[in-house]
């Protein structure tokens, strides 16, 4: 199979049919590389919050309440783009209202056949819950069976936290999800690394998707810097450096990769290491002076 990952850009858009246009045309494009799955940025929706004009998407609160507003539609355009082209697809994240008084950041995944579920982030960063008050999804994680495989998805900054790619993985995941939204290239890095660290102790597939270039009309969402990327872990049968595939950094564009999910169930059970069958020895024992 062949899975993309989008470094995706915000535009503000002045109407939906203008973000309608836009995710077809980005659908169709990653759908043509024969890709089977396609993976769009953290936080990739919040350029809806232009369909309210200048002025909401410039608030804070405002902005959430726009994107929330465009849900359903968001949905059934998604399926429509799944269905037509017969992919899946990891929409970009959004805010949800989800019981709580505050929303969730939550990322959708689409199939052929419709919605398959969804995952809400877990951790929030200091933006996240210092100044935007977004909540941490309380529903746990999730992997979903597909006919591409066991997928599970870890957003952002949860990314970095080992413990959630390994209760993952030992929950049956063969291919991680990080969709990504970060200002910086030290944001960026810190994902990067986190998820190619994942890739390296689970012997996963780990797909990093980011939002790219400068949105300063949304200060939520207004600096973006990132490389789209598909990693897995350094080991026989994988490149070296554990990169399958990469776009340049801040280049709008797919990074495509052909996977085959044998090589990984190779390496978990007869690689160069054995990190994966090994991690129950971490026993931690601390010596005194």
Same mark, same amino acid.
């Given at each position: 199979? $062949?899975?993309?990952?989008?470094?995706?850009? /915000?535009? *503000?858009? &002045?109407?939906?049919?203008?973000?309608?246009? $836009?995710? !077809?045309?980005?659908?169709? &494009?990653?759908?043509? !590389?024969? =890709?089977?799955?396609?993976? *769009?940025?953290?936080?990739?929706?919040? #350029?809806?919050?232009? /369909?309210?004009?200048? =002025?909401?998407?410039?608030? /804070?609160? =405002?902005?959430? &309440? #726009?994107?929330?507003?465009?849900a359903p539609r968001v949905t059934d355009l998604h399926c429509a783009l799944a269905a037509q082209h017969r992919v899946h697809i990891l929409g970009a994240s959004a805010p949800a209202q989800a019981g709580a008084s505050r929303p969730v950041n939550r990322a959708t995944l689409y199939g052929p056949e419709g919605v398959i579920g969804h995952q809400d982030k877990q951790i929030m960063t200091r933006f996240e819950r210092e100044d935007w008050d977004i909540a941490p999804g309380q529903d746990g994680l999730r992997v979903f069976d597909t006919?591409?495989?066991? +997928?599970?998805?870890? +957003?952002?900054?949860?990314?970095? *936290?080992?413990?959630?790619?390994?209760?993952?993985? #030992?929950?049956?995941?063969? +291919?991680?999800?990080?969709?990504?939204? &970060?200002?910086?290239?030290?944001?960026?890095t810190r994902v990067k690394i986190g998820a190619m660290a994942r890739a390296l102790e689970n012997q996963c597939i780990v797909v990093q998707a980011p939002t790219v270039g400068a949105a300063e009309w949304c200060p939520a969402v207004d600096a973006n810097t990132g490389a789209a990327a598909i990693y897995g872990p350094p080991d026989t049968g994988l490149p070296d450096n554990g990169i399958i595939a990469e776009t340049a950094l801040n280049a709008p564009g797919w990074a495509v990769a052909e996977i085959d999910l044998s090589a990984i169930h190779k390496v978990r059970r007869n690689g160069a290491v054995l990190n994966y069958a090994h991690w129950p020895e971490q026993k931690i024992r601390l010596g005194r002076d």
């Amino acid at each position: 199979m $062949k899975l993309a990952a989008a470094a995706y850009p /915000l535009d *503000f858009l &002045t109407d939906w049919d203008a973000y309608a246009a $836009k995710l !077809t045309n980005w659908v169709a &494009t990653g759908a043509a !590389t024969g =890709a089977d799955l396609l993976v *769009f940025p953290e936080y990739g929706s919040m #350029e809806l919050a232009s /369909l309210g004009g200048a =002025a909401v998407a410039a608030d /804070l609160e =405002a902005a959430l &309440t #726009e994107v929330m507003r465009h849900a359903p539609r968001v949905t059934d355009l998604h399926c429509a783009l799944a269905a037509q082209h017969r992919v899946h697809i990891l929409g970009a994240s959004a805010p949800a209202q989800a019981g709580a008084s505050r929303p969730v950041n939550r990322a959708t995944l689409y199939g052929p056949e419709g919605v398959i579920g969804h995952q809400d982030k877990q951790i929030m960063t200091r933006f996240e819950r210092e100044d935007w008050d977004i909540a941490p999804g309380q529903d746990g994680l999730r992997v979903f069976d597909t006919p591409l495989g066991r +997928i599970g998805i870890l +957003i952002c900054y949860d990314a970095e *936290f080992p413990l959630l790619g390994r209760a993952l993985a #030992e929950a049956g995941a063969e +291919i991680l999800l990080a969709p990504s939204c &970060t200002e910086g290239v030290a944001g960026y890095t810190r994902v990067k690394i986190g998820a190619m660290a994942r890739a390296l102790e689970n012997q996963c597939i780990v797909v990093q998707a980011p939002t790219v270039g400068a949105a300063e009309w949304c200060p939520a969402v207004d600096a973006n810097t990132g490389a789209a990327a598909i990693y897995g872990p350094p080991d026989t049968g994988l490149p070296d450096n554990g990169i399958i595939a990469e776009t340049a950094l801040n280049a709008p564009g797919w990074a495509v990769a052909e996977i085959d999910l044998s090589a990984i169930h190779k390496v978990r059970r007869n690689g160069a290491v054995l990190n994966y069958a090994h991690w129950p020895e971490q026993k931690i024992r601390l010596g005194r002076d």
